[in-house]
T-cell receptor, first 112, second 114 residues
Framework: QKEVEQNSGPLSVPEGAIASLNCTYSDRGSQSFFWYRQYSGKSPELIMFIYSNGDKEDGRFTAQLNKASQYVSLLIRDSQPSDSATYLCAVRNAGNNRKLIWGLGTSLAVNP | EADIYQTPRYLVIGTGKKITLECSQTMGHDKMYWYQQDPGMELHLIHYSYGVNSTEKGDLSSESTVSRIRTEHFPLTLESARPSHTSQYLC?????????????FGEGSRLTVL
């Protein structure tokens, strides 16, 4: 079992719909959680991070964290074709020298 | 947001050549990282540094070496490039804050070894 797991997709949604991306992690000591977006051939860019249980909203993006169930999700409202990319989940705990553990990413396609 | 720069963006070289990929950041971040990523594949940490004169190997074995003589500069060197080194190399720096620090990436250096 990988430490951080994501469905590789592709996840296909119509323009204007809500895209829901999920990530599970194995280490209960994990303390911080990050979502990155990576367009093909480009480097990852930070979308948002979350540290506390519950929801965190930033524009069209909402991160949801449930530490008891060990999952973190990213919701994208009013999806646009420009949201088509791979979304990477990254997790950090206090151990492991505080390095980020990366998921393989979920490919999202938003269809016009 | 960090300003982090990588050069060259693209490099095509012959087998056996020595190359250095440059990475610089202007935000004074202590923590810097080198990742390797093949198309459609996961990120692999190959080197990291938590400050000047501190360097560590990452999770993926790499024949490359790094140095950290200045806070802002974290170059990666391959003494003798081989076709197996063909990949995208991504440099990142991290804001302070321990577990809460965020990584910001440069635009990457795409290396092709013929």
């Amino acid at each position: 079992q990988k430490e951080v797991e994501q469905n590789s997709g592709p996840l296909s949604v119509p323009e204007g719909a809500i895209a829901s991306l999920n990530c599970t992690y194995s280490d209960r000591g994990s303390q911080s959680f990050f979502w990155y977006r990576q367009y093909s051939g480009k480097s990852p860019e930070l979308i948002m991070f979350i540290y506390s249980n519950g929801d965190k909203e930033d524009g069209r993006f909402t991160a949801q964290l449930n530490k008891a169930s060990q999952y973190v999700s990213l919701l994208i409202r009013d999806s646009q074709p420009s949201d088509s990319a791979t979304y990477l989940c990254a997790v950090r705990n206090a151990g492991n020298n505080r390095k980020l553990i990366w998921g393989l990413g979920t490919s999202l396609a938003v269809n016009p | 947001e960090a300003d982090i720069y990588q050069t060259p963006r693209y490099l095509v070289i012959g087998t056996g050549k020595k190359i250095t990929l440059e990475c610089s950041q202007t935000m004074g971040h202590d923590k810097m990282y080198w990742y390797q990523q093949d198309p459609g594949m996961e990120l692999h940490l190959i080197h990291y540094s938590y400050g000047v004169n501190s360097t560590e190997k990452g999770d993926l074995s790499s024949e490359s070496t790094v140095s950290r003589i200045r806070t802002e500069h974290f170059p990666l060197t391959l003494e003798s490039a081989r076709p197996s080194h063909t990949s995208q190399y991504l440099c990142a720096s991290q804001t302070s804050g321990g577990v809460t620090g965020e990584l910001f990436f440069g635009e990457g250096s795409r290396l092709t070894v013929l």
